[in-house]
């Protein structure tokens, strides 16, 4: 009996944990736009959760990621119901499971005889259109099925979007569902720019769109190109459809952009031979594909069938899977992070996946490790997915030495001599001292780099030595180092040593952003250091800010508003600060769009409608930004103000409906004034 509760409890603690990671990788891929592993590699998490949960239903929650739909609703907007929900599709990899759907609704349906329709599934955002009377109204996110943010403005920039249907024939209203993507043209383009302005290069189309989508400047927005695919429908309101290739013809009448091809297929067989013509196609379509979607086309018939509190019971998702191939483990290697995270690595006999030769791929973490139990010599299936980098699926079991033992990811900590800890309600190891050779290597390396203090000559072999000879035990200690100290290093010519000194002493005067991002702030990339300069404008005031404050900023998240209050907190951390000030003579002082903290609209954010009296937008944007105040694009809970002039549309009755309160030009003008 008591074994078989401690069985249980192991169960449920296995459980538990796969949730916790799930929910890790959703908040990642949705809210972050910054995912660590690949879709087929979530997609096998939440399959082995699907599979857990059935063994052992007493561990069930509607709760479960099993069961919903991934959030993506974030600060800023303004959530709106669905008038019919938007849910998610299953999915598979396999093509007997996609054989078993057919059989599976022709269980549900007796006498099915089954016509489908094959469509793309188009790697982007769910979106979905409010029509009236065939005017655009509403652009809404999918957010948790039920309720998404309303991205509107945002919307409105994408160019083949119409505002009016062409034709005359609509329904009262109509909520079209589609899909957001990016070129992949459009995405290198902006990758190459922000390449070209030392900006970190974003990760694939798909997160570029979704942080695109997320911007609360619509303004910047119209930058990027988003595109747009229609492909179904939620409320209808004054009109009837029968099948679901109706809508493909109909949209296209309308004058918005479908899918180029959609194929009808009479039984599972031909629906698969259509999906192997889709596979030969796909890159051939503007928007990157990762799968074909399966749908029943008799309307009637898809509402016999029904849907579950995530997907459809009458439509399934088949997805192309990522290049594997197999491989040997020779070794499990601990790579230590700029913040003295320690992430496992496995070291590969070198195979080629995808074009590029591949030895080395991520572990994740000790959780991770565990969970797929490998071990060294191991051989291991490896994938390599787009731009993501290549990981091990899974082990080979048949093929395990029979002496091999668990990995000990503890252990092998200990032997290495790391001094670590496991970061709380984390699965990952950080190291405890921060004087730990190699990440001071690492600090160092980051802090020269070229997205932070861009020190020329800083190299890693120049880092190696000054760490081995101990002249450098903190990176402001690089500001004292002279030119015959760098001279005496191997293979360091005493030009070279002159040139190095001078690049340091240029990288005083570097930009605050520089110097935040250089720091090496658990959660503090270039972008959060650049938003952070911009709003401090001193390294003085940012480590004088509270949680709070911090958290207020657009784009800045409460974890890493809490990683910045730590990092300000830790005495070893203020003495670096204080020394690169006072004894380095860093000047930390951001030149990015400075801010008026003692002006009358410091602090406030405001947007600006309709035409004012005697003041173009621009002059009075400058105005306001001049006070100390931020003009954005879009009304939102954080607007302080809506500065309104005539012909105000749609801005003043949002600002109406929550409350933001509304200035004309005369009252502006009398706030300006208070500050001259
Ligand atoms: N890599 C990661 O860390 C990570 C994390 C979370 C989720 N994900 C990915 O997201 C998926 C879950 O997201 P999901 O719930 O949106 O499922 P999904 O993307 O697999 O499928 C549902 C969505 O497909 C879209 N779609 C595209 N073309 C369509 C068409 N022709 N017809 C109908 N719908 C179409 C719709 O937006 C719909 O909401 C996972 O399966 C995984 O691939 C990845």
């Not at 909520?175 to 993507?181: C, K, Q, T």
């Not at 100290?485 to 005493?494: C, I, M, P, S, V």
Request: glycine share 8%; net charge negative; proline share 4%.
């Amino acid at each position: 009996m008591s074994e078989m509760k401690s069985e249980d409890q192991d169960i449920g603690q296995q459980i538990e944990r796969l949730r916790n990671e799930i929910a890790r990788h959703e908040r990642l891929y949705r809210k972050e736009n910054q995912p660590e592993i690949s879709d087929q590699e979530f997609d096998r998490m939440v399959k082995e959760l699907e599979e857990l949960e059935a063994q052992y239903p007493l561990f069930s929650s509607s709760e479960s990621p099993t069961r919903k739909v991934g959030d993506d609703r974030s600060k800023g907007f303004i959530t709106v119901r669905h008038r019919v929900p938007m849910q998610s599709l299953d999915n598979t990899y396999n093509q007997s499971e996609l054989f078993d759907f057919d059989t599976r609704l022709k269980r549900l349906l007796p006498g099915l005889q089954p016509v489908y329709l094959v469509e793309p599934k188009i790697d982007g955002l769910a979106i979905s259109l409010t029509y009236e009377k065939g005017r655009f109204v509403q652009a809404v996110t999918r957010g948790n099925g039920e309720e998404g943010d309303d991205v509107t403005e945002n919307v409105r920039t994408i160019h083949s979007l119409p505002d009016r249907l062409k034709g005359d024939d609509f329904p009262d209203l109509i909520e079209i569902r589609g899909e957001i993507y990016m070129t992949r043209k459009e995405f290198k383009r902006i990758n190459k720019e922000r390449e070209a302005s030392d900006l970190p290069r974003f990760m694939n189309p798909r997160n570029l769109a979704s942080g695109t989508l997320k911007q609360l400047d619509p303004a910047v927005v119209a930058q990027r190109k988003l595109e747009i695919v229609c492909y179904g429908v939620g409320e209808i309101r004054g009109m009837t459809f029968h099948h679901q290739h109706e809508f493909n013809e109909l949209f296209s009448a309308w004058g918005l952009p479908t899918v180029e091809r959609v194929w009808q297929a009479e039984g599972i067989e031909n629906a698969w031979k259509a999906v192997e013509e889709l596979d030969a196609l796909r890159l051939e379509f503007a928007y990157p594909t990762d799968g074909a979607v399966l749908k029943l086309d008799d309307l009637s018939l898809q509402q016999e069938a029904g849907s579950t509190s995530k997907a459809p019971r009458w439509a399934i998702s088949y997805k192309f899977a990522a290049e594997q191939a197999e491989t040997l483990l020779r070794e499990i290697t601990i790579q230590i992070g700029r913040t003295g995270n320690l992430t496992p690595v496995a070291e590969l006999e070198p195979v080629e996946i995808a074009g590029t030769t591949v030895s080395r791929a991520t572990l994740h973490n000790e959780d991770e490790i565990r969970r797929k139990d490998v071990r060294e010599g191991d051989t291991v299936i490896v994938e390599k997915a787009g731009e993501i980098i290549p990981a091990v699926v899974r082990v080979v079991t048949e093929k395990r030495k029979k002496d091999s033992s668990p990995f000990d990811f503890k252990g092998r900590l200990d032997e290495l001599g790391f001094e670590a800890e496991r970061v709380p309600g984390q699965a990952a190891w950080r190291l405890r001292a921060s004087d730990n050779p190699v990440r001071l290597r690492r600090q160092i390396e980051h802090f020269a780099g070229r997205q932070a203090m861009d020190i020329d000559g800083l190299g890693k072999e120049i880092v190696r030595q000054l760490v081995e000879r101990g002249l450098v035990r903190d990176v402001a200690d690089l500001y004292g180092l002279g030119a015959d100290e760098l001279a005496g290093l191997d293979k360091f010519a005493e030009k070279s040593a002159n040139n190095l000194v001078a690049a340091i002493a240029t990288s005083r005067e570097a930009d605050l952003w520089r110097v935040i991002h250089g720091l090496g702030i658990p959660m503090i990339g270039a972008e959060a250091a650049k938003l952070l300069a911009s709003t401090f404008g001193t390294m003085e005031r940012l480590t004088k800010a509270s949680t709070e404050d911090l958290a207020a900023i657009d784009g800045i998240g409460p974890k890493m508003a809490d990683s910045l209050v730590d990092y300000f907190n830790e005495d070893a951390n203020r003495e670096r600060i204080r020394r690169l000030f006072q004894e380095a003579g860093l000047k930390m002082e951001s030149s990015l769009e400075r801010h008026n903290d003692e002006g009358p609209l410091s602090g406030k954010t405001l947007v600006l409608t309709g035409t004012l009296p005697s003041m173009t937008r621009d002059e009075a944007k400058a105005k306001i930004e001049k006070a100390g105040g931020k003009v954005t694009g879009s009304v939102s809970r954080k607007t302080d103000f809506l500065v309104a002039g005539a012909e105000a549309g749609s801005k003043l009755e949002k600002a109406r409906k929550l409350d933001v309160a509304i200035l004309d030009q005369e009252a502006l003008l009398a706030i300006l004034s208070d500050g001259s």
